[in-house]
């Protein structure tokens, strides 16, 4: 019997449909689910988390220790690589002063041996309170939260989701202009294959932004995901070219176009200057404009943009940290204190 | 030519149940998706192409001494989701059962997109489609979020 080898107390039930055995997975006590995409939030969740982030801060900047998950830990599950993500998360785990565990080298982890994700998870939910997970394979995370007994925080799924990405990334918008409703948003760059601009596009919709595509043919917004949101009253507009669109948008989203994605490098040369932002084609933009890039960047931000008052994109990576420590804290049922004053706690 | 001339193309049975208003050429895909083309030991009877009022031509199956359940034929949800089905106990109909899809089509086929995770067959969760339309049948994985092209679908069954 396939129940027999999982432990009783996490395996509830064994559904039989035509001679296939599947586990079901009773979660644990009060926690909320994960975070798998952006659905899983109502607009008012993410306005409440995201003025959850504004008042960690301060806590987010190291001026201020605010124990809340003290003897909480969050496993680290990146399958594949991370930089940003994976230490952010770490980083907003320790300022609040909780502990992670990290799968560590994948080459080096029981995965390499051919374990299913559904066993990895079994072992690691044993091991903590909440888990942050990145997969090449797309449906990973909605497997692991069916498998999980604690909540999940998509790190992104193949091409799949990044909804803690979004999560920033909208905190980063609404800093810059006090709100995130009914701006012009420019999304560049490789928008077929960037998971980031999939979840933040969706999330834009639901707060009526105008939606700019700008990307070569080849890299266009993948049309399922441009049907989904005219469905959802979404105001769409693809073009090839970014730089004629600059002066009206209030927010311009650059990603990276990937070498790897065209046949030879003449073409990509070619393709990819055309997605290049550079100090001087930012005369006559909006004074508020805010330039973003989920980094790493090669080539389509020169860094002339950097010195200007539209660049945003180091301050969307620290967002990173202080909009994960308001994801912790909601996931973990922890409530983030109406004042957060230094009294008692400024270091 | 009438019902009556259809169903004598094959004895009638004493028991089991028959499959009626099978779209045309989707009677063996039928048998497939019932596991009944390799293990079955019943008879089991097939007429394709036979003319029908409502359809133009349908094919039907009539499966000896076995009563199909109903999570049996809600599986036909994908080929023949307007198949008549009839419980047939001493050579009368004893019972009419209709296919019905839930919100969910649960372990009958795995997800068509490659790089979902359900392609690694030894993952043990089951495989879930859900519901989205069902005139025309729409279905998206549960896990991955791809909508599901049916023709390739019928490929997956497991």
Known sequence: MLAGNYPSALIVAVGNVHGCLSPVVEKRGSNMAGLIT???????????????????????EGKIYLPLLQGKILGNLFFEPSTRTRMSFETAMKRLGGDVVN?????????????????TIQMVDGYTDIIAMRHPRQGAAQYAQDAARVPILNGGDGAGHHPTQTMLDLFTIKQAHGR???LKVILAGDLRYGRTVHSLSHALTRFGCELIFASPKLLRMPAEIVEDLTAHGANVVETEDLLSSLEEADVVYMTRIQKERFADEDEYTKV???YKLHASNLEGTKEDMIIMHPLPRVDEIHPSVDKTRHARYFQQAFNGVVARMALLCRLLGVKVPEDISPAGGEL | MSQEHNMRRVTAIRNGTVIDHIPSGQAMRVLEMLNMNKTTSVPVSMVMNV????????DIIKVEDRELTQDELNRLALVAP?????IIRAYSVAEKMTIQIGEEVTNVVRC???NCITTNLREPL?????VMGREPLVLRCHYCGRPQDLEKLIGNLL
């Not at chain 1, 952006?38 to 987010?60: F, G, H, Y």
């Not at chain 2, 089951?126 to 859900?130: F, G, I, P, S, V």
């Open chain 1, 272 to 274: 990819a200057g055309a």
């Open chain 2, 82 to 86: 307007e198949a008549h089905v009839a």
């Open chain 2, 126 to 130: 089951a495989h879930r489609l859900r």
């Open chain 1, 103 to 119: 799968l560590g080298d994948v080459k080096t982890s029981s995965v390499v041996k051919g374990e299913t994700l559904f066993d």
């Open chain 2, 112 to 114: 068509t997109f490659s």
């Open chain 1, 38 to 60: 952006m659905d899983d939030l109502s607009n008012d969740e993410i306005q409440s988390i995201l003025e959850d982030a504004e008042r960690l801060l301060p806590v987010a």
């Open chain 1, 180 to 182: 995130l409703d009914g």
């Open chain 2, 51 to 58: 003319p029908s009022k409502k359809m133009g031509t349908k």
